[in-house]
């Protein structure tokens, strides 16, 4: 007997179950919500996250310059302005840098990326090259992770001050403005994502994305705690010093 097509509330429950697997229940994460973590470790999250937040606009430019429908693109493009910016306005890279200034990092070090590890620069890379070569409907969804992110920016707002009272509050407006924005991305992407794949092949190809993209979260995390818990860096066996490469295309 052939497995029939989930329903829409079947396909989106399946979406949703998927949240077992997102970052928020990584070690490194839940030991920064629970005040665990070392001032080294959160600068260090706060550093190389700063690399995905700079490569979401050039994925979310992809999806546009892959998107033959003009409706979707006036939507989509809301994702950049979030990030970049709109004439008048700072956008989350700009919230993102005043962040890693109240948690005691150089704003222009932030921006050289010279402290971001291979294995950040390379699970981000790959997302970003996925959304590029993948039809726009595809890399749309896989965007989905947004079904999970305002657990993930609350639990920061309600224990961060608590723990890490050296951090000044004024960071923390990232995730304020987060909590807003991903509720409205996540009703957009969820109406693409449940009207385009409507086959038991085409859901199970869009669980796998969404399961890549809870790869590329969990792998970036992978990485910090090597370097910052483990205090196994990037070729620690050799040298202590910083030598990865800093962003040559490849």
Sequence with gaps: MSQRAMTP????????AKGACYHIHHPYHRAMYEGRASREQIQGWVANRFYYQV?????????????????????????IQDHDGAPGEEGGIEAWLRL??????????????ELVLPGVRFAVDAYVNFARRASWQE??????TELFAPQIHQSRLDSWPQHYPWIDPAGYDYFRKRLKEARRDVEHGLRITLDHYRTVEAQQRMLEILQFKLDVLWSMLDAMSMAYELERPPYHTVTRERVWHRGIAL
Excluded: H, M, Y
């Excluded at 509330?9 to 949703?16: D, S, Y």
């Excluded at 430019?61 to 409706?71: E, G, S, V």
């Excluded at 890399?139 to 989905?144: G, K, N, T, V």
């Design 9 to 16: 509330a079947e396909f989106e429950q399946a979406l949703r």
């Design 55 to 79: 490569c979401i606009p050039l994925k979310d430019a992809a999806i546009l310059a892959n998107c033959p429908d003009r409706d979707t693109r006036r939507d989509w493009i809301q994702r």
């Design 100 to 113: 890693a200034e109240a948690v005691g990092l150089d704003r222009e070090q932030v921006l050289s990326q």
């Design 139 to 144: 890399a749309a969804s896989s965007s989905l």
